[in-house]
């Protein structure tokens, strides 16, 4: 035969999924929320997730160039992810140079010095965050309200985001009810007319990525289904025990960044649990912490330091619970 | 109808893992040609799990089909007759599909004289006469090794031990390898004769119940059992949903009868026996043809073959002369399988004997052949979810690769049916089940010496 | 100062006073004897923690050294003769004389001298392609090529060549430590005798198929002729299982087996190119 064939073990297909696919299909699936968050925030949204999305990359690119001296793998699409996730957990007026010096602590220090994709213990994309909430604070804070799509990228107004109000509302003893009033209603929360980051104020086009993410089998429900449970859970013990004081758990899920956290941030693969199991307790860490942070600490907002909290936990998780064997063990003599 | 059924599944299955390959059953509706004897056969003297056999003719010896050319070696072994008439030309050591060399006698074939002792004729002969011992006697004597592949000696099998106790027999008609066909066409071709052997293994084994599990895939041969069923007793078909490997006997017997085979265990501690559809087969021509296991049904396959089909073949036929009968080897193949894509085996050079575990000889063109690019684990925990045994392949593997063997038997690497589903869904295309089997078969050979210590 | 002040030095001071002395009596009650000397003779040794010696470190190594009464078998391959010489000195014992070594590969299935009838693509790794056939070209105990041996070096001494597919042992940076020969499935790397100015006479083969089709496999096979057994003066070339082989301890370098071997499976590295005979003068007379 004058075919010199390939020989290796078995098996001998591979399925067609691959790692720059599943990126990919998560920068799809975040597409209605940069739509919902252009169309809100306008010139703002567009440059601050392009800056983001370059920077990311190409501090990847020169890291694995000509630091590691390896071939640069931007090409799995995951810097491009961090990136876009990055761009949505900020204001849509922050200033370039601060997004670069995000990308660079997200991708150079989260996830390079740790040795690259697969082996980082905590989300870029939240260090990133935290990295810039707490070296810049005021621009960090500083959050545009929804002027539409034809606000120049330095004309937006700000404001306070609708969980600050309720936040420092209850803080100085006003009633729930009365800060109703000041928010935006339930309605509005949930498809987007709200002051915040770019990816937070849009629950419906947040969650219309997550059920494609469900379908194409890049995520699994347990994570998102059981923070959002949980959130809902205890808030509505809070809410039931004392309505004046704890706002009600609707507004709770559509606030803050904890639809995107729990759909977006939560379910990365690196640094969530391996095991459906972890995955449920996981998922009630993160919704216990963010409830304690967002009614009981300093922040308004908890989802990005209770995930990084729980992104702890998961070597432990994936220690200790292992998936439901085949067969149960026989001792051997 | 039976893909709205599918769809909607209301099949059985087995809880967790599995996978759904593509399911290319190019030559489902191809019915089995027989081939014309080979000029030369080459038949090997192990091809069973368990000891060589001894060859007991020589160089010069004039055989003829049906003969006896290797005895078994003690309980765990299996006789070897020769599926040709001719003169043994040689007995030499020969590479064999894995590359190694093992011992076989080289046949050059005249004519196509079988021996008197076995019945030729076609017809069906449905009365079973032999005893319960008998039949276990006769399969042993007829060389009846397990045809799905992992080639058991039958009358092992069917030999039930002291203390243990069978009520259970599942028949394997599932086929779940992608591209293989061979099992499919006898169920539909050869109906009655196999319920025939299925009634034989469920007298040697003294149960009341037998069920024979087919993949929903394969509606012909689910109505056509179901039909012939009706004239025997106690065999019930059960469709199963397709779904990868539900032919492991673990998963069957999940599957069929909700019972957990214990880790190290055999089917018989749940009180199950597993036969494939084709050993089932070769019992009915054994008991009621007196016919030793000298010839089986091969699927040729693959995207650019000119002519797939399934081919009934004697033992020791080259596997060239196999992808001659299919229309030659394809200008662009990169690849030749022995067995199914998922567990079967490359091979190197296919100047190599069809023996008794080929189920299928598979070309890959060569776009399909090469491996895509090893990427980094990105801890998706895919392979957790496939891994039909529950175990943690992305762990397994490093450990095999680490040689950290104390862990990984604690992590239960033994475990491991060796299916491959981890490695077919892994996103960055890692090698997982390579050093999966490193680790494995050195922790069974630690465990092996800390016993015999 | 105020009182607060004061209070916190006074229950720190105390504290930490109050630890040491918990600490003092711990100490003194869970000590262990050990003998000095282990300590001292840890730092004469390497310090590299390679294995090499055969134990699983060089503290392990320092206690066996200790607690044994000769050397016999005890040898640090890294530290080599100067090192054993130090703890001869440290123990006040007769160190003995052991010969220096160097890892050698004795295969030559390069491409051009090995035709490849195969590709492997599973994972690279010796051990998995072993495990699963004869390899890429006829000879079924030739190297792999997948670089076991080199990732096992833990001092830099191994890189694989990308042209011959085989790897290639820096002389100068390689201590015999034997992780390489460990690491090999097939044993085709051997600890072989170190020579002055590295040079080296070996059989690179470890094909034991009969002449026909160890030649058919591979150029430069052993085909077992025993055509070197028969020239060698000192009786340092054996053969088993149609494989020469020479015994590095034996050989005295004289190159008379290699210009015998009619495949050229013998290897002559680090020896001056032999000169051509001078031409013979074209006007000689012929009478």
């Given amino acids: 035969m004058s075919n010199i064939l390939n020989v290796s073990p078995s098996p001998h297909q591979q399925s067609a999924e691959t790692t720059r696919k599943l990126m990919y299909g998560v920068v799809i699936a975040l597409l209605p929320a940069l739509a919902a968050s252009i169309w809100f925030f306008g010139m703002g949204a567009i440059i601050v997730t392009l800056v983001s999305v370059l920077a990311c990359v190409a501090t990847e690119y020169l890291i694995q160039k000509f630091i590691l001296k390896t071939k640069p793998s931007i090409s799995d699409g995951s810097a491009v992810v961090t990136g876009l996730l990055l761009a949505f957990n900020v204001p849509s007026n922050l200033p370039v140079y601060i997004i670069i010096i995000g990308a660079i602590v997200s991708i150079g220090v989260a996830k390079m010095t740790f040795g690259g994709i697969g082996n980082n213990p905590f989300n870029p994309a939240l260090v990133g965050r935290v990295f810039l909430l707490i070296s810049f604070p005021v621009q960090m804070t500083s959050w545009p309200l929804p002027q539409g799509f034809n606000t120049g990228y330095a004309d937006a107004v700000t404001g306070a985001t609708p969980l600050a109000i309720m936040s420092e509302g209850i803080k100085n003893g006003e009633t729930v009810s009365a800060l109703m009033e000041k928010v935006p209603t339930h309605m509005q929360l949930f498809y987007g007319y709200m002051g915040g980051s770019l990816g937070e104020i849009a629950a419906a086009a947040l969650i219309l990525g997550g059920i494609y993410l469900v379908w194409r089998k890049i995520i699994t429900w347990h994570i998102p289904v059981t923070i959002l449970l949980t959130v809902a859970a205890f808030t509505g013990i809070l809410w039931g025990v004392d309505p004046t004081k704890y706002a009600d758990p609707l507004f709770h899920l559509l606030t803050g960044g904890l639809m995107l956290g729990a759909i977006y941030m939560a379910t990365d693969y690196v640094t969530s649990p391996m095991t459906a199991k972890g995955m449920i307790i996981y998922g009630i860490g993160i919704g216990i912490i963010t409830v304690l942070i967002r009614v009981w600490g300093a922040y308004p907002e908890g989802v990005s330091f209770a995930i990084l909290i729980m992104n702890a936990f998961v070597p432990l998780l994936n220690k200790y619970i292992k998936p439901k064997r085949f067969g149960k063990e026989v001792k051997h003599g | ?453 | 100062m105020s009182s607060t002040v004061l209070l916190t030095i006074a229950m720190l001071s105390a504290l930490g006073l109050l630890s040491a002395v918990i600490l003092y009596f711990v100490a003194q009650k869970f000590k262990v004897i050990e003998d000095p000397r282990i300590d001292t003779v840890t730092e004469a040794l390497p310090g590299a923690n390679c294995g090499g010696c055969g134990y699983t470190g060089c503290r392990a190594f320092a206690e066996t050294l200790v607690k044994s009464t000769s050397f016999e078998g005890l040898n640090c391959p890294v530290g080599g003769a100067d090192t054993m010489g130090k703890v001869a000195i440290i123990l006040d014992r007769q160190p003995l004389a052991v010969e220096p070594k160097v890892a050698v590969v004795r295969c030559n299935g390069t491409p051009d001298n090995a035709t490849r009838t195969s590709y492997y693509d599973g994972a690279m790794s010796c051990r998995v392609a072993h495990s699963l056939y004869g390899g890429q070209t006829g000879c079924q105990y030739g190297c792999l090529g997948c670089g076991d041996c080199v990732l096992a070096c833990k001092f830099d001494a191994m890189y694989m060549d990308p042209v011959t597919e085989l790897p290639v042992i820096l002389d100068d940076k390689c201590v015999a430590c034997g992780a390489c020969v460990k690491a090999c499935p097939r044993n085709i790397i051997e600890l072989r005798k170190r020579n002055k100015k590295d040079r080296k006479i070996f059989i690179s083969c470890v094909n034991k198929d009969k002449g026909g089709p160890a030649r058919k496999a591979c150029k430069v096979a052993c085909i077992g002729c025993g055509k070197c057994v028969k020239v060698c003066p000192y009786e340092a070339i054996t053969m088993e299982n149609n494989l020469a082989f020479i015994d590095s301890t034996k050989c005295k370098l004289c190159r008379k087996c290699a210009p015998e071997c009619p495949t050229g499976a013998i290897l002559e590295i680090g020896f001056p190119v032999k000169e051509a005979k001078p031409a013979e003068p074209a006007d000689a007379a012929v009478s």
């Fill in chain 2, 1 to 453: 109808m039976n893909n709205l059924k599918r769809t909607i599944n209301v099949f059985k299955t087995f809880p967790k893992g599995g996978i759904h390959p593509p399911e290319n059953k190019l030559t489902a509706d191809k019915p089995t040609v027989i081939l014309p004897v080979p000029a030369q056969v080459t038949v090997p003297v192990s091809q069973h799990i368990g000891a060589p056999a001894t060859p007991v003719v020589e160089k010069g010896v004039a055989v003829r089909a049906g003969q006896l050319i290797a005895q078994a070696k003690g309980f765990v072994s299996a006789n070897i007759h020769s599926p040709v008439s001719g003169k043994v030309s040689k007995i030499d050591t020969v590479v064999d599909t894995t590359g190694y060399k093992q011992t076989a006698i080289v046949i050059d074939v005249e004519g196509d004289e079988w021996v008197e002792t076995v019945d030729r004729s076609t017809g069906l002969l449905k009365e079973i006469t032999l005893t319960r011992e008998q039949i276990i006697e006769r399969c042993q004597q007829c060389g009846l090794v397990g045809l799905g592949g992992a080639t058991f000696p039958t009358h092992i099998k069917l030999t039930v031990p002291a203390g243990k106790k069978c009520d259970t027999v599942i028949i394997n008609g599932v086929e779940c390898e992608p591209y293989l066909t061979s099992d499919h066409r006898l169920m539909i071709e050869k109906g009655a004769e196999v319920l025939t052997g299925v009634s034989i293994i469920k007298k040697a084994l003294g149960v009341e119940s037998v069920i024979i599990g087919i993949e929903a895939n394969k509606p012909d041969a689910i109505s056509n059992l179901t039909e012939l069923a009706k004239g025997f007793q106690g065999i019930t078909v059960q469709p199963l949903k397709v779904k990868y490997p539900q032919g492991g006997e673990k998963q069957l017997i999940k599957a069929c009868t909700g019972r957990e085979v214990p880790s190290g265990g055999l089917p018989l501690d749940v009180g199950v026996v597993v036969q494939n559809v084709g050993t089932a087969f070769a019992v009915y021509e054994a008991v009621q043809k007196n016919k030793p296991l000298v010839e089986r049904v091969v699927t040729v396959t693959g995207k650019s073959v000119k002519n797939p089909g399934n081919f009934q073949v004697r033992i020791g036929t080259p596997v060239s002369a196999l992808i001659e009968a299919a229309g030659g080897m394809p200008d662009d193949t990169g690849k030749v399988i022995n067995g199914g894509p998922m567990m079967g085996k490359a091979l190197a050079i296919t100047d190599v004997p069809v023996t008794k575990g080929t189920s299928g000889i598979i070309l890959f063109p060569a776009e399909a052949s090469k491996r895509a690019e090893v990427l980094p684990c990105i801890r998706c925990g895919k392979c957790s979810s496939a891994c039909a045994m529950g175990l943690e392949p992305w762990l397994i593997s490093v450990l095999g690769q680490k040689a950290m063997y104390e862990t990984a038997e604690q992590e239960r690497i033994t475990d491991c049916m060796e299916c491959g589903a981890c490695a077919y869904t892994c996103p960055a295309k890692r090698p997982l089940l390579d050093y999966i089997r490193l680790g494995k078969s050195t922790v069974i050979r630690l465990a092996r010496e800390r016993i015999t210590k």
